[in-house]
Nanobody, 127 residues
Framework: QVQLVESGGGLVQTGGSLRLACAAS????????MGWFRQAPGKERELVAA????????YYADSMKGRSTISRDNAKNTAYLQMNRLKPEDTAVYYC????????????????????WGQGTQVTVSS
């Protein structure tokens, strides 16, 4: 079956960095656009960054633009999210998600379009 397993979350001080990884199995990884979403307590799940199947198209939410880099290694079936200059408002559970999207090399910002989800990893930024 399909599994997405996130890693790399943790507790970091304001201004620090974290690199999240999402290891995928049970699917043809290169046929899926990958997204990183986050959800803070009492808030809706929001897209942080996404990357197309080929890696040629990348999207960043305004809140993370300039502070994060999304990437993927199709040979390793893994997607990454490097986050720098973290702020307390970045505290949330971060989820990776896969969207079957071979027909176009772009990404979706809508959670309902993503087919598979990981279990999430907690990111806590202390002030």
């Amino acid at each position: 079956q399909v599994q997405l397993v996130e890693s790399g979350g943790g507790l970091v001080q304001t201004g620090g960095s974290l690199r999240l990884a999402c290891a995928a199995s049970g699917l043809t990884f290169s046929s899926y656009a990958m997204g990183w979403f986050r959800q803070a307590p009492g808030k809706e799940r929001e897209l942080v960054a996404a990357i197309s199947c080929s890696g040629g198209y990348k999207y960043y939410a305004d809140s993370m633009k300039g502070r994060s880099t999304i990437s993927r290694d199709n040979a390793k079936n893994t997607a990454y999210l490097q986050m720098n200059r973290l702020k307390p408002e970045d505290t949330a559970v971060y989820y990776c998600a896969a969207d079957f999207r071979t027909h176009r090399d772009d990404v979706s910002s809508f959670p309902f379009e993503y087919d598979y989800w990981g279990q999430g990893t907690q990111v806590t930024v202390s002030s």
